[in-house]
């Protein structure tokens, strides 16, 4: 059963740090891994997507990372600023055909001004 | 991009009345919908999928009976809490898939408190 792990569940940095999000999953036969972003009491908002076969996807300031292999994903942010507070959610979907993704608890970030 | 509007964003009331939520795609037919629920400081559960015109299929775990899934029409899913009780209490997303575009669109929630 496939299981999706981030840390850290908190991270507070001061405005323009650079930081990076970790998510590992169990199951290394994944079809892709999404980034979410998620507000307070808000639904999501889709961020990056990275397709198994894919090494990276770029997206502003935003990169982020997929070894397979070794079931890690990072979601590197840079020049980070108060308005990317928000919590962080990576998801990955299975090789079968039903579309489910599998949720990662998430990273709350906060970036003081 | 496309939109997922779900209504009501919030709700609150007494234990044993039943909820119903509503999922609508603005700009786009739906083939498929998710709902899931979260609980504070947790991460999404999926509870069903479910496509247009047929049974929604529910995870393990999840009642069918309690949490009734409708998916009549390409823009439009409900999610009826029957006989709601305190712990059903949460966060409840849907989301949308677009034809074969991987890429999922989700609703702004419903926070459903049960009294």
């Known amino acids: 059963k496939q299981e999706v792990t981030q840390i850290p569940a908190a991270l507070s940095v001061p405005e323009g740090e650079n930081l990076v999000l970790n998510c590992s999953f169990t199951?290394?036969?994944?079809?892709?891994l999404q980034w979410f972003r998620q507000d307070p009491g808000k639904g999501l908002t889709s961020l990056l997507l990275?397709?198994?076969?894919?090494r990276e996807q770029t997206s502003g300031r935003l990169n982020a990372s997929l070894d397979k292999s070794s079931g890690r994903s990072t979601l590197y942010i840079a020049a980070s600023q108060p308005g990317d507070s928000a919590t962080y959610l990576c998801?990955?979907?299975?090789?079968?055909?039903?579309?489910?993704?599998?949720f990662g608890s998430g990273t709350r970030l906060l970036v003081r001004p | 991009g496309a939109v997922v509007s779900q209504h009501p964003s919030w709700v609150i009331c007494k234990s044993g009345t039943s909820v119903k939520i509503e999922c609508r795609s603005l700009?786009?037919?739906?083939?498929?919908m998710f709902w899931y629920r979260q609980f504070p400081k947790q991460s999404l559960m999926l509870m069903a999928t479910s496509n247009e015109g047929s049974k929604a299929t529910y995870e393990q775990g999840v009642e069918k009976d309690k949490f009734l899934i409708n998916h009549a029409s390409l823009t439009l899913s409900t999610l009826t809490v029957t006989s709601a009780h305190p712990e059903d209490s949460s966060f409840y997303i849907c989301?949308?898939?677009?034809?074969?575009?991987?890429?999922?669109?989700f609703g702004s929630g419903t926070q459903l408190s049960v009294l």
């Open positions: 199951d290394s036969a994944i079809y892709n």
């Open positions: 989301s949308a898939r677009l034809g074969t575009n991987e890429k999922l669109f």
């Open positions: 700009d786009f037919q739906a083939t498929t």
């Open positions: 990275i397709q198994s076969s894919q």
């Open positions: 998801a990955v979907r299975g090789m079968d055909s039903s579309y489910k993704l599998i």
